[in-house]
């Protein structure tokens, strides 16, 4: 595999945060994160988070569902449970939201930041810095970034993930940056605590434009190897053969080789236990239609990505499909178990 | 990238027959090869064939082309230029064939295997192995190797191959075998003369079924990436950024990381040199087609891969992309290059 | 509309077979009816024949379902229920047969039909006639012919039917009729005490076939005329009148016309009573992948027809649009009602 | 067909244009109209123009090709030769211009209003309206109506047209006119001369949509047709008898009626003469982009047109198939001529 480290690929470095911090202990001013959304995601991110910073520093949650911020003070400690997203904001240099959808994301933007009342300078003097790990449509990222910038109360990047519910509690995610150049460095200082990997692809919405291509990509070749798998299935072939011999040619790709959609061909992929776990076909389609939406806006007409819209559109509300890993999509086309 | 060795991949061995042979020469039989078609793919298979073997073993050629064959004999030389596709069947042991078009296939072997005047005892008391190399429809290929079976002359079997006009000067072609256990390692002998690996995935005609079904993913991929580079880069990404991420993640796959279509992406792609050389449009969608007609045969109807025939078929007339590698898609949906 | 009597459609005649039997009351024998299915379109099929035959006439009935042929006795009256589908086919010299899928129809032939038992000689003398209005695929239904034929206890045709539930209350069915030509009078004038129209299209298979294509036709030009309709409505026009001005227009088809998918455009249709009615989503995908089905194995690569099963499956399975009328495809695709 | 005068179409009344002015003779101002662009279509158009209007109303012509309007003047007779498209607009009140693209409307209307210099008052101080029979975008239509408004200097009006080239020789043209309700009776008196029909579908930009809309769902219907005649066709069916049935059925529609895709079936259609005439594929190609380009600003995603985009861009190249009829896409897909 390809490094990408000369281009933009930021690792851990051993002049990081933690190492400086360590080094200066005794001067060193307690840092303080906020964190709101204790989702699937969020909760294990912010729990890595916890543990990863020093134990002195201040964490603040907030959630929703307010058992699930008892549950975190509960399970992992050492943090307070802010009364609201406004709390969170006023008392943290860091704040990092994982939401599900763009009206979230905004009106949690919206109560912290007031125009009538802005915020009081964060702890230590220090520039507010809003991560936002959601995945919504960029224009949207944009719209809250630019409410951010123009209020003067902080700084606004957006960090969608990669890696899933697995990733997330391994503190394995990579992130997909996008933000100005002066912020990468503070930023990536934040997210490697979560994660193995932070990918820099441009200025603010970047990130999310970066996993939208993505993924609209995968959307695609995940229909294509079910296709092919199933074509070569339905002519006779042994299906752990025929894979074999694509993952050594030019039809290789991550459904064909890490998540083959037949049974029994990829080792621990969701295939050989009823499709059940991995990337649901629910998030599948919603990073789909966000990708159209934003081609939509840019005046690309698609091509195959309108077709495979439907073909997903009809998995995730088949019943023998639903709620299971996106490689099920085998199975809606037919294909031999 | 994975070894399939385990399965049944067949490298060439130091048991294989040159060492054997070679440690026999006093008492070795000379072999005799038939070579039928020295088109672009065949003409440098052939020149590899002829390096390889021993120097005194025959090899008989042939081509509808009288022109090629003469200019085979003066640049290669040590062959006989054969009078028919008869003549050539009479003297060898081992005949390959690479052909266009199923009706090529059929011909030569109408040609080759008379029913009324049966082609003598073959040199050596050797049973004849005729091997294809040509890619054409699975049910055509069939229909010969029955042909040949049936009339008692020898055995047959199919071993398309990838690769391209590089590959097959360089001596590093992939065969897909379809054969019968017995004939696997007695093939793979003549076969690794020319290529690099051979691939057996079943009985007769599993080798064009595997390379059919590869062939379509590729197909649906190498439409996908370009799709996908192409909204990021309307988006306002480099693109030498945005497939260096998703080289690193789930949308990595041949036609991202090898043959990128955005020019200057991936090294030496075509992409780079106004999409000259690499894999043909034409011949791109004529696999393509093949692999949907011998889909329909199966009653497998296609979902992208119908929506993708229309758009190579658009792609092999279209004056900017025509007789260009297949990554030409990007210029056809309006890529900026 | 352009009348096609001049080609082979068949309307009912003066000299038909009511009127000769009126005329020949004294002497005529009674006729034999048998009619298998008495499901949403048999039974209101049913009671129309029972209706218009003569009230001498025998009429034997059987379904799955006992209850249902109890309540058409109590209902209509004048008819005997069957013990078994045999019975039916020993005591009539004409058998309807109105059921769901290819693998009912086979087994219900299968025990009329019995080699080891051949039927008694039919009422009258007369050749027994096999009248299938399923809509099955065509290669089922041959197979079925074949086998009647072949067995020497009848005749055997198709006459598949379109006008639903509504049609076949009121009795104005089209019947879309595959038969030899010297079947065709007396197949008409039983189908024409269900229908307002028989259409001849050919020797057996003909009738489903041609189904089979109309309803291809339709199952696209319905999402067309969505996609179009949405558009015109996204972009601000008014949606009677932009309907308007396509059907005096290029873009005029049955679903624009009769069947508009905007609430309140045409009049009665089912979009203006939340697609309730209709030609359900389901039987509209049941026609399509019997088209499509029909099409592979005649080697025909669909092209619009792959995308719009899967519009069609999506549909079928969306809470918001099943069990609707297809048309409720302009709600799938985000249509403003 | 439905007739739709209730609503908003607008046929010649005997109170219209001609009959006011027949009555008012002696004293009626002569009128003066502007006709830019002479091309297939506009010529026989501004030819139709001429011959309606008063012998003693002026008329001004231009083209960017001069020998066009010289062989007018020659043929025509009684029009006066402009020097320029600015010295058109300041001869006339009435201007009608027939463009193929949007940049030429834009670049005509640049010359005709100067901001530095206005036009002086038209003739008999009428208000200058400007007829755009052009079909290009709605959002470039748009800005050029903004233009001419916000200078001042006249009204503007969107009147593509249907009927092609025959349409326009026979004075039998369809217009769909986006216009201000204040606008519609004067604009209609004009576009009588040169059609049958005026539908109003709303404010500016409303024809064009109308338009746009309607050539959407021809561009899909057409291949539907073309899709189901090849099934039908391949199955065995006669394709007259097929299309009778069709016809008849909820399949039909204006490609399988009158133009029917295959030869001999639609009487005059292009089929029967090599595809010849006709509506041209690069049109039907050319609207469906518009289409597709004017919803994905509205951020519509396309289902089935996505498809169609790359099935009439293979049309418009194929050897056997460009510069002929659009109905020629049922050559493409392989269908039995």
């Known amino acids: 595999m390809a490094s990408i480290a000369p281009l933009k690929q930021v690792f851990s470095r051993s ?3 933690t190492a400086r911090r360590g080094f200066a202990t005794t001067t060193r001013l307690d840092a303080s994160y906020g964190f709101i959304g204790l989702g699937q995601m969020g909760y294990p991110m912010a729990s890595n988070l916890r543990s990863k910073i020093s134990s002195s520093d201040k964490m603040y949650i907030h ?5 699930v911020t008892e549950q975190f003070a509960k399970e ?3 943090v307070e449970i802010a009364q609201s997203v406004r709390d969170v ?3 943290s240099e860091t704040i990092l939201t994982v939401l599900p959808e763009p009206h979230h994301v905004q009106n949690v933007f919206q109560q912290m930041l007031r125009p009538d009342a802005t915020l009081a300078e964060a702890p230590n003097n220090h520039e507010r810095l809003f991560i936002d790990c959601s995945t919504i449509d960029p224009k949207s990222s944009a719209g809250v970034a630019n409410a951010v910038h123009s209020s003067g109360q902080g700084r606004f990047v957006d960090a969608p993930m990669s890696g899933g519910v697995v990733g997330a509690r391994a503190g394995t995610l990579t992130f997909m940056l996008g933000a100005s150049e002066e912020l990468v460095e503070r930023t990536t200082e934040v997210l ?3 994660g193995k990997r932070t990918i820099h692809l441009g200025p603010q919405t970047s990130g999310l434009k970066g996993k939208l291509a993505n993924n609209y990509l995968l959307a695609l070749n995940n229909i294509a190897t079910a296709e092919a798998m199933n074509m070569g299935v339905k002519w006779g072939l042994d299906p752990k053969t025929l894979a074999d011999m694509i993952n050594t040619a030019t039809g290789k790709c991550w459904p064909s080789e890490i998540n083959n959609p037949v049974p029994g061909v990829s080792e621990n992929a969701p295939a050989g236990r009823d499709y059940k776990g991995g990337f649901g076909t629910r998030l599948m389609l919603k990073d789909l239609k966000l990708a159209l939406q934003a081609g939509a806006e ?5 091509h195959l990505g309108a077709h495979a819209q439907d073909i997903y559109s009809a998995v995730v509300v088949d019943p023998a499909c639903k709620d299971r890993d996106f490689s099920v999509v085998y199975r809606y086309i037919g294909g031999k178990e």
């Open 63 to 67: 959630d929703v569902n307010p058992a």
């Open 192 to 194: 490697k605590m979560m």
């Open 76 to 78: 992992i400690g050492n």
């Open 15 to 17: 002049t990081g945060a």
């Open 298 to 302: 840019s005046n690309i007409v698609p």
């Open 89 to 91: 904001a006023e008392k």
